[in-house]
């Protein structure tokens, strides 16, 4: 029935801070709609932004997010990427269990207390694990 997720919304104190920590920390590319919405894009999903209340149907908090966000770059190169942001991790790296299998995690907060998983899966070439 379902096949992906086209896209999640996270509940922020403020728009524009979270578009420029998302743009920056995670390379997403931030975008406008005519209706004044902001989000945040990547690959073939985004993220909506919206502010406390201002969506009668969610009753979510800020800072109640948590997402797990899979990279095509080296668990290395994030980490150094993170530091070089200012970013500090809170955990990892570890083993936790993905959608599609064993990927290896370091877990952060974006500016409202949002938990943010960067993570990679086992790179395979030829059959073997690199």
Known sequence: MISHIDHIVLTVEDIERSL?????????????Y??????????????????????????ASVGSGDLCLISEWPLPKIMEHLHTQGIEIIEGPVQKNGACGTITSVYFLDPDKNLVEVSVYPVIDQGFLV
Request: charged residues 20%; proline residues 3%; positive net charge.
């Open 20 to 32: 420029g920590f998302y743009s920056r920390v995670l390379l997403m590319e931030a975008v406008s």
């Open 34 to 59: 005519p209706n004044g919405r902001k989000a945040l894009k990547f690959g073939h999903q985004k993220i909506n932004l919206q502010l406390l209340g201002q969506e009668s149907r969610n009753q």
